[in-house]
């Protein structure tokens, strides 16, 4: 399903069903430090009953189920829950996938422990969607919002790659992140305070491949551009690792969690 906001890319449609493949493949690319701070966090843990939105491919669901949650995810995109079910099937974990904008989820109230949104909250409506989650939340449930994102200023290998998503997409938003919190709305703070904040940056291993699928996959390339375009990009690009880069290398990345605790 297509998506489009003006303050996102320019207003140009994107539609994550369209790389689900590649995003699967891809993205599982969040660190092991990171699920364990969200496990010190409380976030997560067994006992709790763990909704997760924009899930995807349900990488957040999969790489915590081990921690003992019961979880559900949800995504608007039914190829990225076609995928998410069927990793989990194929990892025998018993996690529930529905397909909706997280805006028109119905749930029962009071019926999660927690909420987690993983590089996704700022494509959703929050007042229309925060009430909501509010609702569903037990009396001393949790909100957790997490971002991680490659900081290009820093990492040469980033910077050269971010650059040539932007030659293709120009209006493309997700370029030129920085080390930050995640910024938190004020339609968020009428339900919910700031528990915690945690932020750290880390290294991930990339190869040449590994590196590419994760560019194609991004909102500028494979979620927004047409095959051709893709194809012609995915051509500059690996010809710019074969110059720029060794086969295999790290790329700086930045991890940010705010955990809110809900009025």
């Known amino acids: 399903m297509e998506i489009a906001r003006n303050d996102i890319d320019g207003g140009k449609a994107f539609d994550w069903g369209r ?3 590649v995003y699967a493949k891809y ?3 969040y660190p092991r430090e990171m699920y364990e701070q969200l496990i010190k966090l409380g976030i997560g843990v067994k006992g709790q009953r763990v909704l997760d939105l924009g899930t995807g491919t349900g990488v957040i669901p999969r790489n915590m189920y081990r921690y003992g949650a019961e979880w559900t995810g949800v995504d608007i995109s039914e190829k990225q829950i076609a995928q998410a079910r069927l ?3 194929n990892n025998n974990m018993d996690i529930t996938f529905l397909i909706s904008p997280v805006e028109d989820i119905d749930m029962s109230q009071g019926g999660f422990d927690v909420i987690t949104a993983c590089q996704c909250f700022w494509y959703f409506d929050h007042n229309k969607l925060v009430p909501k989650l509010h609702d569903m939340l037990k009396d001393d449930g949790k909100l957790a919002v997490i971002q991680m994102g490659w900081l290009p200023d820093e990492d040469r290998i980033a910077g050269l790659s971010e650059k040539l998503v ?3 997409s120009p209006e493309w938003t997700g370029a030129g992140w920085t080390r930050q919190p995640v910024y938190i709305s004020n339609e968020v703070l009428e339900y ?3 528990e915690e904040r945690v932020g750290f940056d880390i290294k991930l291993p990339f190869t ?6 994760r560019m194609k996959s991004c909102r500028g390339i494979g979620a927004s551009l047409s095959d051709s375009e893709i194809a012609a990009w995915e051509r500059e690009h690996r010809a710019l690792l074969i110059l720029t880069a060794p086969e295999e290398f790290e790329i700086l990345h930045h991890v940010a969690i705010a955990v809110l605790k809900k009025k």
């Open 19 to 21: 790389t689900s493949a």
């Open 27 to 29: 993205r599982d690319i």
């Open 87 to 89: 990793l989990a099937k």
């Open 166 to 168: 932007l030659e293709y």
């Open 192 to 194: 919910f305070d700031i």
């Open 208 to 213: 040449r491949e590994s590196w590419n699928g």
